[in-house]
């Protein structure tokens, strides 16, 4: 290796180096500035009725699906699980936390083609709206099976309806 040939190594070594550095500063910095944004809800005991494969993609701030929520490891995405249950869903995430959200909390289900990094087919993506301590979430969930998309936007609207008559009783 010539001295030219170290040289150019090294500095494309460095600016890697510098740009991995940055990249976990912001991260940090996300973290600290999303530090009064609550941890989502613990675990809790539920007849599991429905499972589906698929992706967790990002839970961020409602109607903002730009913005990942960092803190809690609700930005990290995963593979995941998403078990409806009779208290409420589940999205069971190998290597990271869990996310539970009882019914009392959803608001509502949506489609979308993208969120936060991951952009797909025309309404391949479920949104689920939730809220805890009056922040509310929207979490993205990409089914693995195609043919899982309408089925689980189907059973999570028929929720919908249960908490709007709730919400007005």
Not at 12 to 20: K, P, S
Not at 118 to 134: M, P, Y
């Amino acid at each position: 290796m010539t001295s030219g040939e170290l040289t150019s190594a090294l500095v494309t070594i460095g600016i890697v180096v510098l740009f991995c550095a940055l990249i976990l500063i912001g991260w940090r910095n996300m973290k600290r500035r999303q530090s009064g944004i609550p941890a989502p809800y613990a675990g809790f005991a539920d007849r599991r009725e429905h499972s589906f494969e698929g992706m967790y993609v990002a839970t961020t701030r409602f109607e903002d699906w730009l913005d990942r929520i960092a803190v809690h490891q609700l930005g990290v995405r995963a593979n995941a699980s998403l078990e409806l249950g009779e208290a409420g869903i589940h999205l069971m995430r190998p290597g990271t936390s869990d996310v539970h959200i009882p019914w009392t909390a959803y608001v509502k289900v949506t489609r979308s083609s993208g969120m936060v990094g991951k952009f797909v087919e025309k309404d391949g993506l479920i949104v689920i709206t939730w809220v805890k301590d009056d922040f509310t979430f929207d979490t993205g969930f990409r089914p693995r099976y195609h043919e899982d998309t309408a089925k689980i936007y189907q059973l999570l609207a028929s929720h919908q309806a249960d908490a709007a008559e709730q919400e007005t009783n």
